[in-house]
């Protein structure tokens, strides 16, 4: 595999990662995990403009679709584990050029969310990493998966007309990981907390009840749900515990998730992980933000029945990364969080 990385700028502490589409053109935006600023670039990578200045604290970040004006879903003023209990999601409207801000609802803790779709209708999820605290890395008050059926239009709301969230899964600790992904023709969302890993399934109808399902019982912080191996069955690429160094491939054995492989390089503070397919081939990207700091390639090796990682960059460190193809390249963006650097890897030549 060949790949050429371009940087694209420095941004303190850049964190979430999105791809915004308005006036008929695609973008890709960066915002920061502190009190700083959300970039957009072009899918070349050059700088476009600041979409806000602040205030950050942005875990999360999604446009949201079908709106009159362009629409960006955000976390905000979610700064730490130990300095969210002040965070909303929020939403900003482009209008007239600008960006407007405005509230969809308050939820203390809220680090994780996507709105996923069944039967045209639409639905956020939303997962809060803990409830409360009392001090530094108090994980007593367990955090939450809450969930909100969501009309076309959310500028119905602001600060004084919020969204209304019904609590899902309650009892989640260190509640981090969030995948969304189709499965049986309409989406899904699955969850990564010390408790294990949960697929959360919206209502068939827009009236109805929502359920869920435990996939795994053992901690994690982060994980894709695909089928690497092409058996027709997905498996689950983990990181544990949370921001932990380990990284595993779980298997549907018996009705049951086994795990059927671990890597043998400690990798600490694992976080960044995204899908890539090529050639209807699933792959994960993936990195880690001490030691080395860095941003590999996961595959399963059908020839020796193992899995492999192939390096794409060092010393960078990753905190999320985002596929995109662009015209018949296919290319990563990543928030090196370690390094205040927002980067563009432009995959040249791949060897499946």
């Given at each position: 595999m060949i790949v050429t990385k371009k940087v694209l700028g420095e941004l303190n502490k850049c964190y979430a990662l999105a791809k915004v589409e308005f006036d008929g053109k695609e973008y890709l935006a960066c915002a920061a995990e502190k009190e700083d600023p959300c970039y957009l670039y072009d899918y070349e990578g050059n700088f476009k403009e600041e979409l806000w200045d602040?205030?950050?604290?942005?875990?999360?970040?999604?446009?949201?679709?079908?709106?009159?004006?362009?629409?960006?879903?955000a976390t905000w003023k979610f700064y730490s584990p130990n300095n969210g209990a002040d965070s909303k999601i929020v939403y900003y409207l482009r209008k007239d050029g600008k960006w407007e801000i405005h509230t969809l609802c308050k939820l203390p803790f809220v680090h994780r969310f996507g709105v996923i779709e069944r039967n045209h209708q639409k639905y956020i999820?939303?997962?809060?990493?803990?409830?409360?605290h009392a001090f530094k890395d108090d994980w007593t008050c367990p955090g939450r998966v809450w969930v909100a059926k969501l009309p076309e239009d959310i500028s119905i709301y602001d600060e004084d007309h919020q969204l209304e969230l019904t609590p899902l899964?309650?009892?989640?600790?260190?509640?981090?990981?969030f995948f969304k992904t189709e499965e049986n023709d309409y989406q899904i969302a699955i969850i990564g907390a010390k408790n294990g890993i949960y697929k959360v399934i919206p209502p068939q109808e827009s009236?109805?009840?929502?359920?869920?399902?435990?996939?795994?019982?053992?901690?994690?912080?982060d994980m894709l749900y695909?089928?690497?191996?092409?058996?027709?069955?997905?498996?689950?690429?983990?990181?544990?515990?949370?921001?932990?160094d380990t990284l595993s491939v779980y298997k549907l054995v018996n009705n049951q998730y086994q795990?059927?492989?671990?890597?043998?390089?400690?990798?600490?503070?694992?976080?960044?992980?995204?899908?890539?397919?090529i050639e209807g081939v699933q792959y994960g990207i993936y990195?880690?933000?001490?030691?080395?700091?860095?941003?590999?390639?996961f595959k399963y090796d059908r020839e020796h029945d193992t899995y492999t990682s192939e390096l794409i960059d060092t010393k960078a460190g990753p905190t999320n990364a985002l596929v995109f193809k662009d015209g018949d390249k296919q290319k990563i963006f990543v928030a090196n969080r370690e390094t205040n650097e927002i980067a563009l890897y432009t995959i040249e030549e791949f060897v499946c």
């Open positions: 602040g205030p950050g604290g942005v875990m999360s970040l999604e446009q949201y679709p079908n709106q009159a004006y362009p629409t960006l879903l999820v939303a997962c809060t990493l803990k409830s409360a899964i309650s009892g989640l600790t260190q509640n981090h990981g009236d109805g009840e929502w359920s869920y399902e435990q996939l795994l019982d053992e901690p994690t912080s695909l089928d690497f191996d092409g058996d027709g069955q997905k498996e689950l690429m983990a990181f544990a515990p949370f921001h932990g795990k059927v492989w671990q890597d043998s390089m400690k990798k600490p503070f694992l976080h960044a992980i995204y899908p890539l397919e990195g880690y933000r001490k030691e080395d700091m860095s941003l590999y390639l």
